[in-house]
């Protein structure tokens, strides 16, 4: 089983930039993906980035394109989520979570089995 924690959250204006971290560890094999949901009280979760981690394919949803770049940082084994011009309604837990595979649908969270506990974003008007 993977072990998964976030790191890198906090407030900022909108515009603003903010880089969260997930370190994963206990994984096996080469194709697994790691992905960062967020989910707001009484919202479903979203799916927001993922990369595979074998060959570095990576997704976005389409409001968060051109502006998030997920990347792994394979010295530190880190996956990164550089969050740039914010706005108010990226405001969320942000998740992070790993799946032991490469999913047909990276942004569904139904194939993701180990989750951090989050890390809170607030970006302000």
């Known amino acids: 089983q993977a072990q998964v924690q976030e790191s890198g959250g906090g407030s900022v204006q909108a515009g603003g930039s903010l880089r969260l971290s997930c370190e994963f560890a206990?994984?096996?094999?080469?194709?697994?993906?790691l992905g960062w949901f967020r989910q707001a009280p009484g919202k479903e979760r979203e799916g927001v980035a993922v990369i595979y981690i074998g060959h570095g394919s990576t997704y976005y949803t389409n409001s968060v394109r051109g502006r998030f770049t997920i990347s792994k940082d394979n010295a530190e084994r880190d996956i990164l989520l550089q969050m740039d011009n914010l706005k108010p309604e990226d405001t969320d837990m942000y998740f992070c979570a790993y799946s032991d595979g490469v999913p047909s649908s990276p942004l569904r969270d139904y194939a993701y089995l180990d989750w951090g506990q989050g890390t809170q974003v607030t970006v302000s008007s």
């Open positions: 206990g994984y096996t094999g080469p194709y697994n993906s």
